[in-house]
Nanobody, 116 residues
Framework: QVQLVESGGGLVQPGGSLRLSCTASGFTFSSKSMSWYRQAPGKERELVARITSAGGSTNYANSVKGRFTISRDNAKNTVYLQMNSLKPEDTAVYYC?????????WGKGTLVTVSS
């Protein structure tokens, strides 16, 4: 059973930082690319960042480039999203995603609220 469990969300002031974590189980974590998506109120879910299986390649949405960093620890089956210089428009539920054996799996999400 594939499981993705996100943590680390919360309320932060503009300009602040948060680090999200996603701990995975039920599949061979080290063999799969992992992604973070987000969904803001009233908007569609969008890709934020993606990292390849060994961590050698990453890509980011234009809106977060230079502010967010995705990383992973294959020994801990965990993928991270370091978010710096947060803006109110970063407010969203953040989801961890993996595709395993042709099936899409999502975590339940963690809420990030950027507000003063």
């Amino acid at each position: 059973q594939v499981q993705l469990v996100e943590s680390g969300g919360g309320l932060v002031q503009p300009g602040g930082s948060l680090r999200l974590s996603c701990t995975a189980s039920g599949f061979t974590f080290s063999s799969k690319s992992m992604s973070w998506y987000r969904q803001a109120p009233g908007k569609e879910r969008e890709l934020v960042a993606r990292i390849t299986s060994a961590g050698g390649s990453t890509n980011y949405a234009n809106s977060v480039k230079g502010r967010f960093t995705i990383s992973r620890d294959n020994a801990k089956n965990t993928v991270y999203l370091q978010m710096n210089s947060l803006k109110p428009e970063d407010t969203a539920v953040y989801y961890c995603y993996v595709q395993w054996r042709g099936i899409d799996y999502w975590g339940k999400g963690t809420l990030v609220t950027v507000s003063s």
